[in-house]
């Protein structure tokens, strides 16, 4: 299984873009990047995945590398509810199973 | 969320007795998962089901069973609480992975369990 590495934390001052890095050299060429977060004491919630072309929606962007060896979650203008722990997770094949690591806390500061 | 349920939402139990959570989805997803998330260790699987009465290990199983009757209820049982089980418990659902490679879960609201 692929496995990811994030930063730890990060802090973001309200209004602007928050951009989290994830690497994930072994990924596989049938693996998929998916993000999600959790907010405290929630349950986490599905944010974006990709393969291998960029993907933007109502919540975020996602942006892979050509290599897909790494990628970068955006959230153009990061608020205060968007504080939370945001985890990358590779996941595909047969392997259906997330598997969380420690992910990255994001603090949005007003 | 819509579609996933968990009940309760708290429990206190004493330690050595049985205990009984509930997942129940309205969504007909085929795949659903129990996890426990601790301080220091994030969200670990403990068990889940790729469908009715199939069921496997997750990587922290020990001390807990499931059961999966009918698609929309998935049972986590603790058959003799101890301390160590005092956790947030959370349940998870997925679609078939057949169509569409969609590995996108939900996640219930959780399960507080205090074993004391």
């Known amino acids: 299984d692929a496995k990811t590495t994030q930063p730890p934390s990060m802090d973001c001052a309200e209004g602007r873009a928050a951009n989290l890095p994830c690497n994930h050299s072994?990924?596989?060429?049938?693996?998929?990047v998916y993000w999600y977060r959790q907010i405290h004491s929630q349950g986490p919630q599905y944010i974006i995945h990709?393969?291998?072309n960029n993907e933007t929606n109502e919540m975020a962007s996602l942006i892979i590398t050509e290599d897909r060896k790494s990628s970068t979650l955006i959230l153009p203008h990061a608020t205060l509810r968007d504080t939370a722990v945001y985890y990358c997770?590779?996941?595909?094949?047969?392997?259906?199973?997330?598997?969380f690591g420690k992910g990255t806390l994001l603090t949005v500061n007003p | 969320d819509a579609g996933i349920t968990q009940s309760p939402r708290h429990k206190v139990t004493e330690t050595g007795t049985p205990v009984t959570l509930r997942c129940h989805q309205t969504?007909?997803?085929?795949?659903m998962y129990w996890y426990r998330q601790d301080p220091g260790h994030g969200l670990r699987l403990i068990h889940y089901?790729?469908?009715?009465?199939?069921?496997d290990k997750g990587e922290v199983s020990d001390g807990y069973s499931v059961s999966r009757s009918k698609t929309e209820d998935f049972l986590l049982t603790l058959e003799s609480a101890t301390s160590s089980q005092t956790s947030v418990y959370f349940c998870?659902?997925?679609?078939?992975?057949?169509?569409?490679?969609?590995?996108?879960?939900?996640f219930g609201s959780g399960t507080r369990l205090t074993v004391v």
């Open positions: 998870a659902i997925s679609e078939s992975i057949i169509r569409g490679r969609n590995y996108g879960y939900t």
């Open positions: 072994t990924i596989s060429g049938n693996e998929y």
């Open positions: 990709g393969l291998k």
């Open positions: 997770i590779v996941i595909g094949g047969s392997n259906y199973k997330l598997t």
């Open positions: 969504e007909n997803h085929r795949y």
């Open positions: 089901s790729y469908g009715v009465k199939d069921t």
